[in-house]
């Protein structure tokens, strides 16, 4: 008896075989058309992706499903239907190369163009201060200063930057030792200022959510730095620049920054696979904050070579001419000292000229 | 010669326990300025922390700091300090009772409350999906009708709500029914949208962090559902509710919804024990979004038996007149049926009257 | 010419949704072959699942695919295939009720039986330690007396137990009081002993990945606690169960005690929602550690009523006569009195009768 | 009124400054006493950390409190100084240079050193498998051959290994070829196999909190490769190495492999802060898995130059001559084709001399 239930598995085993088959040259099928219809939304330029045409498939589905499947297996098997398919359209894309963005002042981030490295301190909070660390930053060689003047901070009690006075003071500074400058907008309002006196806007990682604000971005077209939320997936990423990207401004600059996890040895989790992973899911430049995710100052030359092995394109750094006086993130600002020595491991990697 | 080396070792310990014990007096000493600190600063109506005096202190115990400690050890020990001493100030906070939120109409949540439910759909979509699932929640005995207008989805391609259109459906309906009205604001413009068609203001998670939008909403007097952002502490939470506070507006509920980990069988991991710690460590209102926590249906009811015994103040569900054919989030949303069953473990509760 | 692109978008669509319906039905029809398949392994009692089935049918799949789908595209979305017909496979098994375990005593787990609950020590630490603590446990009226003698801890200079003279104590103490005793085993060797002397096998988080001495358990017949690894999903922690049942033991208690996340207000995380799931999801009786979950005293009570609220079978906690004094986790071990108000609530819950 | 309460408040705060700076010598000079300890105890070659005199401390800490601090608060905050002060006891250990270890063979790993590269299939399946894999491997100059018999898989019904017939085959092949062998044991039983055919000895993630299999490796003398667990902290892994080496087997290797997150585009997250991180808080050498870390392919490349940047001391991966008709982790094992591309870059890293 047993050997005829053997029998019967195998013959039931055999028409599985079978059904798959037909399956799979079902699912190729249905590539081949999602194809086409890629290469006609390009002549439309309409976007790729359309998760309300997903949903009315599914209910199409739904209504047609007889079982054993329930209605959520069937909607989950087509998820991951929906999902290859799109790759399948965005693969055709690799025929667009990757993007090479004009900052200004000559300077080129991107495809065919060596690392560059953004520095300055956490937050502008004064004339002098701003001046003496701009200095030192541009003596090694630095071309883009950074520096907060709206502070995104845990606390309401912490100091929360200088507003429109420090983007005023930013942009003389960069000016004055011509370098490009980089500050953070916080709301719709104060981008418009960050606009005015920056080169470039950086989105931080708090915002990568707040889509209204990423949607203005979208509306200008000056180059905007999309920092990695501590908790969002690269998916998550990819999408909230598609709502930049959307508006009309592909001057985007992706920005992993760490993660959070249950490792508490940093302040995040450098998710160092994200950089090869988004440079190939996207066109965008991707550079690093090593300050915001080691969290500490005694792994960040061991951190740089890291990065510029994997293949970045740009290293984002904190440093203060006092670190021990900064009104924000003391701890991981590097000092002038510090900083020489960083970037002379900077200087030397881009002599090796690989 | 290892015998003079243990009575060495011993007479070290025994310095070590004498040196342990002035430290722990010095810290209590310490903790009754703080406590003195914290009543003077009481009558002044002044917040009670105050990170750039941490900031101050420490400046001064790196100037004073000899060694062996590094000044990066001290400053991590004294933030223990600093964190526990905390905890000193806001324990005298016990004195002010829980708090009794008005939200209108007679309703009120919080102390000695009976727990309220929230319900309606993820978003309004249409008069007619807003009429008809407004009339079966209002059957079960709700009060307060959601809907959300303005939707943050994460991407840029989803149904992003009806907007300002969408908030006077939900005033309409809601009223039609007698209820209260409670959606979504997403940037500082359509915050004043909220607040002029809705009796509750809800921030989302993913703009927990959205520090100038708190501020805003800090300068209101309504009613305010904050919720907790998927990768957000218990603390963070507070700190963003401080941002509220600090304006003047204390009606804020928090709301657990869920955070985000590596177990994928839920949406999201509901942190059932942030709820008793949020009411120990506040005395806000604590609810909980059952809907986007789980993220799935099917154990909607045991859940909602669960937070009912943790003591929750109030609970949020999405439900539709037709889950299938929502605009975002069908999956999650309770059918008018689904529903119905889970008022009815709702009321059995509160029959038991514990 | 948009038009006619459009009319051609349309018609793609059209064709998309045609082979779509393709598929379902041909995924239906393989479901319904599965099923048969599922019942002609009940006849001959094999196992379920074959991964290795699995790897056959993906390298046929391999060989016959002509694209534009990869391989690996095809096997990620067969992978979904393969997972929904498992559950189609185990929903059959709805009909096998589900278990209601023996454990000696008269006192059963499970089905139609009432929550129960185990406490005691975390170590057996002295026999006067023990009588003292079983004194005063078993004075409220629980029945089964836990005791740790082999206890894995991350330092290797923390007590790591008394080993089999612990257990030995452990045995004369339920012994005394009328208890039925649960003590882990953490090695194939010390397995014995603990089957020797306890009327109940636990089987710690950190092994649940130690699958050659859960197959050690499956060989005996004796109950056993399953505790979930702090970074196990569900699923995992379901195939580690499969480890046991397969060496015939299905007296398999699975035990949610918290799974490790950032927030660090606990010492883990508490995953409620894993208790509704593990419930659907197998027939194996659920029960929470309340201790290492929180790994706090303070919110004991009210997760309790949590845990009885979402339908646990059992709960476990740690209780010593003297935390102050504990040689392992004092901070989360009960007192006399805090562990005498937790078992009023217990009580009267059960007196509740629902 | 208001003024008399700032001066008020000014002369606590003073108070405030003049208590902290008596903590803060006081806890100098605590230190001073550690230190002395620490040198002492290194003449009697006994351990540094012990818990239970941090355990002893607190009951004295707890007697002598008369608050406002809290007993747990006083805990809470020795736990820090416990912490830091343990760190001036190991940086005296920086004079002890880093591990230099003998694999045999002529091999070092470590202090000085090259980076090594280990490579080999995942499992050892078959000898014509083995054979050719070897063949291949040895080929491009790696002189470590790896290869699993003993796996620990999560499914009971997924491939479990060759056993001690693949541990004879790996030995087997690596001699052939002029190679040390590598694989894993899973228990305090099939470890004396493991040693008997094999130069070095796995312990995998799965098995890093076994604390008895460690225990047991600790009493060989044979070089060992410890596996980071998915969730295991930084700390946690020390803790692990110290269970091997206070049995006297320094031979220690420790193993980065990527930690489990909410990221999913890779099998884990490489945590690549955790090697500089590790080479300053031990003397043990570092390597990095990273066929388990990616879980994909076609980012190795990248990732290579990532940890040989951060200066690994050596490099585990998987290849397989047939990976798609592998029977284990086939998606993450290099055909021959990318394992020669792969080693190209590897050597041309070393050719540069850094």
Not at 41 to 50: F, R
Not at 246 to 273: A, V, W
């Amino acid at each position: 008896m047993g050997f005829n239930i053997l029998a019967e598995l195998e013959r039931l085993r055999t028409e599985i075989d079978e059904i798959s088959i037909k399956i799979l040259n079902l699912l190729n099928k249905r590539a081949e058309v999602v194809k086409k219809i890629g290469l006609e939304k390009e002549k439309l330029g309409i976007e790729i992706s359309n998760p309300l045409r997903e949903e009315t498939l599914n209910s199409i589905l739904c209504k047609n499903n007889k079982g054993p499947f329930s209605n959520e297996a069937i909607k989950r098997i087509f998820k991951t239907i929906y999902d290859e398919s799109k790759d399948i359209q965005i693969n055709k894309d690799n025929n667009i190369s990757n993007l090479k963005i004009d900052l200004g002042n000559g300077i080129f981030i991107g495809k065919d163009c060596l690392p560059i490295m953004i520095a300055g301190p956490c937050s502008v909070e004064s004339e002098e201060q701003l001046d003496k660390t701009a200095s030192f930053v541009h003596e090694t060689g630095v071309k883009i200063l950074r520096g907060g003047a709206y502070k995104p901070r845990t606390s309401p009690y912490s100091f929360q930057g200088l507003g429109e006075k420090g983007l005023i003071l930013l942009n003389k500074y960069a000016k004055k030792y011509g370098m490009l400058s980089v500050s953070e907008a916080t709301t719709i309002e104060n981008l418009k200022f960050v606009e005015k006196y920056c080169d470039i806007i950086q989105i931080g990682a708090r915002n990568m959510y707040s889509y209204p604000l990423l949607e203005a971005v979208g509306q200008l077209r000056k180059p905007v730095i999309l920092k990695r939320h501590f908790s969002a997936t690269i998916k998550e990423l990819l999408l909230s620049a598609e709502y930049i990207r959307k508006g009309g401004n592909k001057n985007i600059i992706l920005c992993e920054r760490g993660i959070r996890t249950f490792e508490t040895s940093t302040r995040n989790t450098l998710d160092i696979s994200s950089i090869p992973i988004l440079k190939k899911e996207s066109y965008y430049p991707v550079i690093v904050d090593l300050s915001h995710s080691a969290g500490r100052k005694d792994i960040l030359n061991s951190l740089l070579l890291a990065v510029l092995g994997v293949g970045v394109d740009g290293i984002m750094v904190e440093t203060h001419i006092n670190p021990d006086e900064a009104l924000s993130d003391g701890n991981q600002q590097m000092n002038r000292d510090e900083f020489f020595d960083f970037m002379k491991i900077f200087q030397k990697f881009l002599d090796l000229g690989i």
